[in-house]
């Protein structure tokens, strides 16, 4: 768990420890968050004023309608990374800087368009995910920012522990407002 406020502001669920061993139920429990994250996220934000959604879940850190259309973008891209080491021989992927794609355009639009986005990405990532054999989750790819191969065993438990932590971010600066019980 993180070791002083910023760090709790910041990781609020503690940083992603990949487990020592990640069998099929573990890998189970990580898809059924996969697959009722969208619906879950709308029911935290879908209520949302503007103003509320305009909001720093921290300082200096995202609003809460930047890091819903972050969940988008990071969710879609993760989609499509497994699809390459699914069909490709270790790929490597292409990263993006998150913090200038937070600065585009799109994300001043409402955040219902990134919950439709989500709710897309996640029924076809779950669909795919509930039918990979175990062998499909031990294919890889290559991330050269980090200069590591990643099974997608352990991509799967990254993008659970992501949903949670951004879950997290904005559930925190709504119970410190008061808008959420």
Known sequence: MPDNASDALRYPIGLFQAPEIIDGEQIDQWMDTI??????LKNLVGHLREHQLDTHYR???WTVRQTVHHLADSHMNAYMRFKLALTEDNPTIKPYDEAAWAQCADYSMPAVTS???????????????ENMSPLEYRRTYFHPEHNKKYTLDVVL???????RHHYAHIKNILQEKGWVA
């Open 35 to 40: 697959r009722i994250f969208p619906q879950t």
């Open 59 to 61: 300082p200096k850190g």
């Open 115 to 129: 919950l439709i986005i989500l709710d897309g990405v996640h029924t076809r990532w779950s669909y795919l995910l």
């Open 157 to 163: 438990g990254m993008y659970e522990w992501h949903s």
